[in-house]
């Protein structure tokens, strides 16, 4: 009895432990099943990557973390990234920088508008027909019967002037004569834009060029300063050595600030004429001593390149007749040509002017005694006093004083041309009889010089002096490349000529 007993028990014990299992298989199933059918965009972007079993809780709990550490890095790369990129400006494109946004340009564009409607005012013929109304009430007429006070009588008149000269189209010619010269105002205007903007942009490429050189000995003087020292302490040079190395090395620094503080000057410049703020992080590129230059000549024949990248070619005999077409197409001598056409309208104007308008038109008229009366009425000015000559003859003085200016900006634009022509000439030829030019960069020749005084092979003074010598050296060819690129932007201003005869790409 006590057996079955026992026996009874340990099943109701077991069939209860079996239950307790059962149970807690099915709730975690079904807490599986909620978190798969709950995902985020995040789990599912990482089941892509990495597949993770259900069942292994801590491995998603890895996986946090992971994501975590990767939008931190994310965000790190994101937040050290530039919000905008430097973009490096060629010549080219500092002047077409130049044309579009420069302020004094935009402004001086919109009086071409300002021509165009006045053209279109000289095309309008001047009619505007004059109408003349009068009525006379309370008239009395004693002779007619019936005719009592209480009559009353009209008088119209339609009227209008006509030019028998011709001079409409005297007035259109002036308008159109004046807007070309409005047009080449701005071409002219345009010419010397660019013109300064190589200017300015040749300027910041010498600045820079300037830069490297005052960069790269400060750069020796620091490491030949820093040698000096530790051989003084160890006892190999003496104190006065180090005390020139020194003052020198302060000198260098100096030259550095200087040459940072114009660089930044002509950038501020070169940005001011592109109409762009002055902390535009635009810059240059470019050097002046990897331009290839070219001489400009008539038909471009007998091209030879030379040692240095300078482009030689055959000057024609007659350059004086060659600068000078250049010249006669200058927009402001072209600008002193429509002053003329300007003047020679205004003078046929005048001398229409001196044949009288004719003023006519019919009228309508009825009389106290009412009679209707229809006609034709004509007035014309008699020019017996006012005759227009001395009009005329002003005309004709403007006219001549036009001619005068235009000559002599022709004659000025052919000597401004010829005299840079010359100019840009002399510079490029003084740097293609350089047979000694090197490329070769600053900062190799001075490392040189400091391992000659390291091994012993010279003392401090000659590295001194042969530094020096570099420089100027350095220097004097930045100055010849800036003279010869000064003198092309001078040459494209004085001769209209384009900047691609002058330049190579």
Not at 316 to 328: H, L, T
Request: proline fraction near 5%.
């Amino acid at each position: 009895m006590m057996a079955r007993l026992h026996t009874l028990i340990l099943l109701l014990l077991l069939a209860f432990s079996g239950c307790r299992t059962s149970g807690s298989s099915q709730s975690e199933l079904s807490a599986m099943k909620d978190i798969s059918s709950t995902r985020s965009p995040v789990i599912k972007t990482q089941a892509a990557i990495l597949t993770v079993p259900a069942e292994q809780k801590p491995d998603i709990k890895i996986q946090k973390v992971s994501l975590k550490s990767s939008e931190t890095i994310e965000s790190e790369i994101s937040s050290s990234t530039p919000h905008f990129a430097s973009q490096s400006l060629s010549v080219y494109d500092s002047i077409s920088l130049a044309l579009e946004g420069n302020p004094d340009l935009v402004a001086l564009r919109e009086t071409e508008q300002v021509g165009v409607a006045t053209v279109g005012v000289a095309e309008t013929y001047p009619f505007n027909p004059m109408v003349q109304v009068q009525v006379t009430p309370s008239q009395e007429n004693r002779r007619i019967p019936n005719r009592g006070p209480g009559t009353t009588s009209h008088y119209v008149l339609l009227m209008q002037r006509i030019q028998l000269a011709h001079q409409q189209q005297f007035r259109e010619d002036a308008a159109h004569s004046s807007l070309n010269g409005v047009r080449w105002n701005i071409h002219q205007a345009e010419l010397q834009t660019t013109s300064l903007t190589a200017q300015l942009y040749f300027t910041a490429l010498y600045q820079r060029g300037l830069l490297g050189v005052a960069r790269a000995s400060q750069n020796n003087n620091e490491r030949l300063f820093e040698t000096l020292t530790k051989r003084f302490e160890a006892g190999d040079v003496s104190g006065a050595d180090l005390a020139t190395v020194r003052i020198d090395t302060r000198s260098t620094s100096q030259q550095l600030r200087l040459a940072e503080a114009n660089y930044q000057t002509a950038l501020r410049n070169l940005r001011r004429q592109l109409g762009l703020p002055p902390d535009s992080p635009e810059e240059i590129e470019g050097e002046l001593r990897t331009i290839r230059w070219l001489l400009p000549t008539q038909g471009n024949e007998g091209l030879m390149m030379s040692e240095m990248g300078l482009q030689s070619v055959n000057v024609p005999i007659d350059n004086k007749a060659w600068m000078a077409s250049w010249a006669a197409s200058r927009p402001d001598v072209l600008v002193a040509h429509a002053n003329i056409d300007v003047a020679s309208a205004n003078l046929n104007l005048a001398t229409a002017d001196r044949v009288p308008d004719l003023t006519m038109g019919p009228y309508y008229q009825q009389d106290p005694d009412g009679l209707a009366r229809f006609g034709l009425r004509a007035e014309l000015n008699l020019p017996i006093i006012n005759t227009g000559r001395p009009l005329e003859t002003q005309r004709m003085t403007e006219l001549n004083q036009r001619t005068a200016v235009w000559r002599q900006t022709l004659l000025r634009a052919e000597l401004e041309a010829q005299a840079a022509f010359e100019r840009y000439k002399l510079a490029f030829e003084i740097l293609a009889k350089e047979k000694n030019y090197n490329t070769s960069e600053l900062p190799q020749e001075l490392q040189s010089l400091e391992k000659q005084f390291l091994a012993g092979e010279v003392d401090v003074v000659r590295i001194i002096q042969a530094r020096t010598s570099i420089l100027q050296n350095q220097r004097a060819q930045l100055d010849l490349f800036n003279e010869l690129a000064q003198s092309a932007a001078l040459l494209v201003g004085a001769t209209g000529m384009p900047l691609d005869l002058i330049i190579g790409l």
